[in-house]
């Protein structure tokens, strides 16, 4: 069997479903967060799953919410990197109004309440194998009944918040962390509030390290290990995650906002942005 296989994949304007199999670690793109949700269910392995500020780690048959804007990766636990992931990802657009009519909430307020890891109980687990075989039986063949697919993909969605709820309900301790070590745990955990809260100004590897009584080795193995990225990658992405808030959200200059998210140089963070985004900020602005 091939290292990596995709073992289906299909997508249309407002909707994306893929399933692979993964044999050997491979690196995840940098700009790894997007406007749509994205359900990540876990059919084989165990993970360590990095959202925004929190590492997990989950094992197989767990799923988990990603919002959208948020940097998310999955790693190797331990030293087997074998794993089989199925990918659900949904767009406002094709969202929204099935949420308010279901939920009576928004697409933001929906993926804020109802996001984070979930171990399916072992009762409902044979129902979510199932009606991700109905997906891709939908969504295969040359003309795939749309209206069908877009209905099960949502019914999928609404499962995951059933069992959301019940673990809510019981208000039993989350397992995903249970297998972390908690010195490391909360070494890493510590330098990434640090960095969401301190991103504006000229932070260094060196200086991190002392800063948590670490060694720069460590930080910099550690940090890359539970999150998928290094420490300057993960910076970077809360740095421009920032600028879009501000080009969306304010009038200020582009010179400015650079400046306000830790860029000294202008030219340099329109280079960074268009590489993460995959435009100018003027035209993001603009857009």
Same mark, same amino acid.
């Given at each position: 069997m091939?290292?990596?296989?995709?073992?289906f994949r299909r997508e249309?304007?407002?909707l994306?479903?893929?399933?692979s199999?993964?044999?050997k670690?491979?690196?995840?793109?940098v700009?790894?967060f997007h406007?749509s949700?994205?359900l990540?269910?876990?059919?084989?392995?165990?993970r360590y799953?990095?959202?925004?500020?929190?590492?997990?780690?989950?094992?197989a048959?767990?799923?988990?919410l990603i919002?959208p804007g948020?940097?998310?990766?999955?790693?190797?636990?331990?030293?087997?990197?074998?794993?089989r992931r199925?990918l659900l990802?949904l767009?406002?657009?094709?969202?929204?109004?099935?949420?308010?009519?279901?939920?009576?909430?928004?697409?933001?307020?929906?993926?804020?309440a109802?996001?984070?890891?979930v171990?399916?109980?072992?009762?409902?687990?044979?129902e979510?194998?199932?009606?991700m075989?109905k997906?891709?039986?939908a969504f295969s063949?040359?003309?795939p009944?749309?209206?069908?697919?877009?209905?099960?993909?949502?019914?999928l969605?609404?499962?995951?918040t059933?069992?959301?709820g019940?673990i809510?309900?019981?208000?039993?301790?989350?397992r995903d962390?249970a297998?972390?070590?908690s010195?490391?745990?909360?070494?890493?955990q510590?330098?990434?509030?640090?960095?969401?809260?301190?991103y504006?100004?000229?932070?260094?590897?060196?200086?991190?390290?002392?800063r948590? %009584?670490i060694?720069?080795? !460590?930080?910099?193995?550690?940090? #890359?290990?539970?999150? =998928?990225? +290094?420490?300057?990658? /993960?910076?970077t992405v809360?740095?421009?995650r920032?600028a879009?808030?501000?080009l969306?959200?304010?009038?200020e200059?582009i010179?400015e906002i650079?400046r306000?998210?830790? %860029?000294?140089?202008?030219? !340099?963070?329109e280079?960074v942005f #268009?590489r993460?985004? =995959?435009? +100018?900020?003027?035209? /993001?602005?603009?857009?």
């Open positions: 091939p290292e990596n296989t995709i073992v249309i304007e407002t994306k479903v893929s399933e199999r993964i044999e670690n491979r690196d995840m793109k700009r790894h406007d949700i994205e990540y269910i876990l059919l084989e392995g165990t799953f990095f959202v925004d500020r929190t590492i997990h780690v989950i094992e048959h767990t799923a988990i919002p948020q940097i998310h990766k999955t790693s190797t636990y331990g030293d087997d990197p074998r794993h199925f990802q767009s406002r657009e094709g969202s929204e109004g099935i949420l308010r009519d279901t939920f009576a909430m928004g697409f933001d307020e929906f993926c804020q109802l996001s984070g890891p171990r399916i109980s072992d009762e409902k687990w044979p979510f194998l199932a009606l075989e997906i891709k039986t063949g040359e003309t009944y749309l209206p069908m697919v877009k209905l099960l993909a949502h019914e969605l609404f499962m995951y059933e069992e959301l019940r809510r309900a019981q208000k039993k301790e989350s962390t297998a972390l070590p010195d490391t745990l909360s070494s890493i510590q330098v990434i509030e640090y960095l969401n809260d301190r504006m100004e000229d932070i260094l590897l060196d200086d991190l390290a002392r948590f %009584f060694s720069r080795a !460590y930080l910099t193995r550690s940090f #890359r290990q539970m999150t =998928g990225v +290094t420490v300057v990658q /993960y910076l809360v740095r421009i920032r879009c808030q501000l969306t959200e304010t009038d200059p010179t650079a306000q998210c830790g %860029f000294s140089n202008t030219t !340099y963070f280079n #268009r993460l985004r =995959g435009m +100018t900020p003027s035209r /993001y602005r603009r857009r």
